[in-house]
């Protein structure tokens, strides 16, 4: 007879159905696992025997058979140790037989018999639930599992004892209940830093539509701070986006304890970065930081410092928000919709664009070049806020500090993602929205500017020489300028203060 036990495996952010079947046959004792298994999979039938001895369940001295279905498709991680030592108990009798069979189980085994937390939790819940079944997994993962649906069937046991006793009915489990993580201690406030309100306003700007921002300047200007203070201001997250967000984080294993965090992802590689890394792959498929920013931010601070192929290999998501994987033996596809923060220094020396100084290596225009190539201009292009942060002056850091701070940003921040939330739902583009994101199409409509503005972005366009992406995120930041005004139409005075954000970047790189 062959016992059945529902499982996933996954591929990107889903979660595929795998069949766990055991057989329990006559003949020379042995314990098999096939069906794609990578090592971690081969080595849990040392796992699933401890555990079922610890629990005191000794193997029949027989022939068993595990076999994971469909066997074409691969297997890997530690998962696959609980849906093997339940249908090994299916299979000897130790669980009632029809007990596993509304379940999809995950989970590892320790030697004792305890069941220790595994990555992908959530969209194994959401999988299992879409299909109609409950979900048994590990005691720590139970609160995780319980955001898929308010009213799914979830068993989170300690151990497999506990899990044998619950279906005797001596020990019943309560479902676990969703959580959120708390709060980590309050962020960085916008109110430290002193001076600089035309990075702050670029810095609200960005927060506001969603916009790729770059900053340029001096060291110790206070651009890694500016960068530090971006998620005090950015808005929470919507129900749908923390369940997006979290998909990701719980298949790279990054969610503690069980509980979802309603920030937004603000994540800041080193400039080491590998480009599996920073887009994902490797060895085992896993999502990477431009992945793992979805939703949020990637702050790349230095970013000339950065391999200059590891960051082209940005330009792609960019465009699409979402990178797909292609390897020899697996494909897969992450989201990776993400806001690129960058800061970095207009040249080795660092002081470049400061009045009267002059570069060891000058001239200074040389300087600025030989560093500045390393980024391509491609990728510049995608930035729709480039700014220059000068040097702060001793006067500046004397004064008391700003009367504004983080708070008064966000409120303006969160009305004006508002008002692009409910413009872009009106349209039936998704609650996710912003400016920066929406289709080229649908921003040209939305942010028609009026007479006066259609003149300005005319003779721009031709002075300036706008790619047509360009042209589209200058129009992208224009509409969030009104926004933030709480307009409804594109004026003249937000497309010119949108196109110096494009005029100032291009400036060193023009002389
Ligand atoms: N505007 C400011 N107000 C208050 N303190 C500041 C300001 N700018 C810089 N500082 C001080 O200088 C320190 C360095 O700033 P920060 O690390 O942000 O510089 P940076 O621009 O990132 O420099 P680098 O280019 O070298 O990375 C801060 O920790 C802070 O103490
Ligand atoms: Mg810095």
Same mark, same amino acid.
């Given at each position: 007879m062959v016992t059945r036990v529902a499982t996933v495996a996954f591929e990107g952010i889903e979660a595929r159905a795998v069949d766990v079947q055991v057989q329990i046959a006559a003949g020379i004792v042995a314990f098999n696992v096939v069906g794609l298994a990578d090592k971690a999979v081969a080595e849990s039938r040392e796992r699933v025997r401890s555990a079922l001895i610890a629990s005191g369940l000794a193997l029949p001295a027989k022939r068993i058979t595990v076999n994971l279905a469909p066997a074409d498709l691969p297997k890997e991680?530690?998962?696959?140790?609980?849906?093997?030592?339940?249908?090994?108990?299916?299979?000897?009798? #130790?669980?009632?037989?029809?007990?596993?069979?509304?379940?999809?189980?995950?989970?590892?085994?320790?030697?004792?018999?305890?069941?220790?937390?595994?990555?992908?939790?959530?969209?194994?819940?959401?999988? #299992?639930?879409?299909?109609?079944?409950?979900?048994?997994?590990?005691?720590?993962?139970g609160p995780e599992a319980a955001w898929a649906a308010g009213d799914m069937d979830v068993l989170a046991p300690r151990s497999l004892i506990q899990l044998a006793n619950h279906f005797k009915g001596s020990q019943v489990m309560a479902r676990p209940q969703p959580a959120i993580a708390a709060a980590g201690g309050p962020l960085p406030d916008l109110r430290d830093i002193k001076g600089q309100?035309?990075?702050?306003?670029?810095?609200?700007?960005?927060?506001?539509?969603?916009?790729?921002?770059?900053?340029?300047?001096?060291?110790?200007?206070?651009?890694?701070?500016?960068?530090?203070?971006?998620?005090?201001?950015?808005?929470?997250?919507?129900?749908?986006?923390?369940?997006?967000?979290?998909?990701?984080?719980?298949? #790279?294993? $990054?969610?503690?304890?069980?509980?979802?965090?309603?920030?937004?992802?603000?994540?800041?590689?080193?400039?080491?970065?590998?480009?599996?890394?920073?887009v994902g792959g490797g060895l085992n498929a896993r999502p990477g930081e431009i992945s793992l920013a979805h939703g949020g931010v990637l702050f790349l601070d230095e970013l000339p410092e950065f391999v200059p192929q590891v960051l082209d290999s940005l330009r792609q998501p960019m465009e699409t928000g979402e990178v797909m994987i292609a390897r020899a033996n697996h494909r897969v596809t992450y989201p990776a919709r993400f806001q690129l923060v960058?800061?970095?220094?207009?040249?080795?020396?660092?002081?470049?664009?400061?009045?009267?100084?002059?570069?060891?290596?000058?001239?200074?225009?040389?300087?600025?070049?030989?560093?500045?190539?390393?980024?391509?201009?491609?990728?510049?292009?995608?930035?729709?806020?480039?700014?220059e942060v000068g040097a702060v002056t001793a006067a500046d850091l004397i004064l008391p500090p700003p009367a504004e701070g983080s708070r008064e940003a966000a409120t303006r921040v969160a009305a004006?993602?508002?008002? $692009?939330?409910?413009?872009?739902?009106?349209?039936?583009?998704?609650?996710?929205?912003?400016?920066?994101?929406?289709?080229?199409?649908?921003?040209?409509?939305?942010?028609?500017?009026?007479?006066?503005?259609?003149?300005?972005?005319?003779?721009?366009?031709?002075?300036?020489?706008l790619s047509a992406r360009g042209f589209h995120r200058t129009l992208r930041v224009a509409r969030t300028l009104a926004d933030l005004d709480g307009e409804a139409t594109v004026r003249r005075l937000h497309l010119a203060e949108a196109l110096s954000y494009r005029a100032r970047a291009s400036k060193p790189a023009a002389t």
């Open positions: 991680g530690s998962h696959y140790d609980l849906p093997i030592a339940l249908a090994v108990m299916g299979a000897i009798g #130790a669980l009632p037989a029809d007990a596993l069979a509304g379940y999809c189980v995950l989970g590892e085994l320790a030697l004792d018999g305890t069941i220790t937390p595994v990555a992908g939790v959530l969209p194994a819940a959401m999988a #299992a639930n879409e299909r109609g079944l409950g979900l048994i997994c590990p005691a720590a993962c309100e035309g990075a702050k306003r670029a810095l609200e700007i960005a927060a506001a539509g969603g916009h790729n921002l770059l900053m340029n300047g001096p060291p110790g200007a206070g651009k890694s701070m500016l960068a530090a203070r971006l998620p005090s201001i950015l808005p929470a997250l919507s129900p749908r986006e923390l369940l997006e967000v979290s998909m990701i984080q719980s298949v #790279a294993g $990054q969610i503690k304890g069980g509980a979802l965090s309603n920030r937004r992802p603000f994540r800041q590689p080193h400039h080491s970065a590998s480009m599996a890394a920073l960058a800061a970095m220094n207009p040249c080795r020396c660092g002081q470049a664009l400061e009045p009267g100084y002059a570069c060891r290596r000058g001239p200074n225009e040389r300087c600025m070049a030989q560093y500045g190539a390393r980024i391509s201009g491609p990728l510049l292009d995608r930035i729709d806020l480039r700014i004006a993602r508002e008002r $692009q939330t409910a413009r872009y739902a009106e349209r039936d583009l998704g609650s996710a929205m912003t400016n920066a994101t929406c289709p080229a199409t649908v921003i040209e409509e939305v942010a028609a500017p009026d007479a006066e503005g259609t003149t300005l972005i005319r003779n721009a366009a031709e002075t300036m020489r």
